[in-house]
């Protein structure tokens, strides 16, 4: 068997390029599905849009690490870091991950719990609870209609809110991301779409967060 060849600079900016933009495209089309009342499609097209926004921001953490530094290393180890990206919990994990004190530590446990994961495939299909790997006869039947609103809302503001982030970023320092052309996927034609939405999600605060982490740390200790 031949050995992997590492990947190009060019599919490293075209992979971050094209899923930052499938995740603006995910962003929209959650909020369209929510406004039309469809909840549960909304929820789980909003978590989607936070996976590919992940994605983006790592690949461009990855690759402008790699032109800073050392160079991309070792093609075999750039596959196992390849396969990480097509695990959905790693990618919602990934979405808190370098600023996971700023975020609601109960929000942080459920998506390293898989649980955010496991709403997500509810929000989607009709089925009964898995118990390790025995499906439960006996338990309640999972209905995405028990996905709503609120749940819906939540998610589509927690996504809004990270590309306002982004967005607002940009204005004040010219430049967020590593790669260029990211940027401009963003900021200025997004002004309008991104500020629209009207609704925070309660779930990011620097202040109000980092000392519920510490303390948890504290007590940990």
Same mark, same amino acid.
């Given at each position: 068997?031949?050995?992997?060849?590492?990947?190009s600079?060019?599919?490293y900016?075209?992979?971050?390029?094209?899923?930052?933009?499938?995740?603006?495209?995910?962003h929209?089309?959650?909020?369209?599905?929510?406004?039309?009342?469809?909840?549960?499609?909304?929820?789980?097209?909003?978590v989607?849009?936070?996976?590919?926004?992940?994605?983006?921001?790592?690949?461009?953490?990855?690759?402008?690490?790699?032109?800073?530094?050392?160079?991309?290393?070792?093609?075999? @180890?750039?596959? *196992?870091? %390849?396969?990480? &990206?097509?695990?959905?919990?790693?990618? !919602?994990?990934? +979405?808190v991950?370098?600023?996971?004190?700023?975020?609601?530590?109960?929000?942080?446990?459920f998506?390293?719990?898989?649980?955010?994961?496991?709403?997500?495939?509810q929000?989607?299909?009709?089925?009964?609870?898995?118990?390790?790997?025995?499906?439960?006869?006996?338990?309640?039947?999972?209905?995405p209609?028990?996905?709503?609103?609120?749940?819906?809302?939540?998610?589509?503001?927690?996504?809004?809110?990270?590309?306002?982030?982004?967005?607002?970023?940009?204005?004040?320092?010219?430049?967020? @991301?590593?790669? *260029?052309? %990211?940027?401009? &996927?963003?900021?200025?034609?997004?002004? !309008?779409?991104? +500020?629209?939405?009207?609704?925070?999600?309660g779930?990011?605060?620097?202040?109000?967060?980092?000392?519920?982490?510490?303390?948890?740390?504290?007590?940990?200790?």
């Amino acid at each position: 068997m031949s050995e992997p060849k590492g990947l190009s600079t060019y599919k490293y900016k075209r992979l971050a390029e094209e899923s930052l933009k499938n995740a603006i495209r995910l962003h929209a089309d959650s909020i369209f599905l929510y406004r039309a009342g469809s909840f549960p499609s909304s929820f789980h097209i909003a978590v989607l849009a936070l996976e590919e926004f992940a994605k983006a921001k790592w690949i461009d953490h990855v690759y402008y690490s790699a032109i800073t530094n050392e160079g991309f290393g070792d093609p075999a @180890f750039e596959q *196992e870091w %390849l396969w990480l &990206l097509y695990s959905h919990t790693e990618k !919602q994990y990934a +979405f808190v991950a370098r600023e996971e004190f700023d975020f609601s530590p109960r929000l942080v446990r459920f998506i390293k719990s898989k649980k955010l994961e496991q709403k997500k495939q509810q929000a989607i299909y009709v089925g009964l609870e898995k118990v390790g790997k025995r499906i439960d006869t006996t338990g309640r039947i999972s209905r995405p209609a028990r996905i709503k609103e609120a749940d819906a809302k939540q998610i589509i503001s927690l996504v809004n809110q990270e590309l306002v982030d982004v967005f607002c970023l940009i204005e004040q320092n010219e430049t967020y @991301f590593g790669i *260029e052309a %990211l940027d401009e &996927l963003i900021y200025p034609d997004l002004r !309008q779409f991104l +500020f629209a939405w009207p609704h925070r999600s309660g779930l990011k605060s620097r202040l109000r967060f980092f000392k519920q982490h510490i303390a948890k740390v504290q007590h940990g200790a």
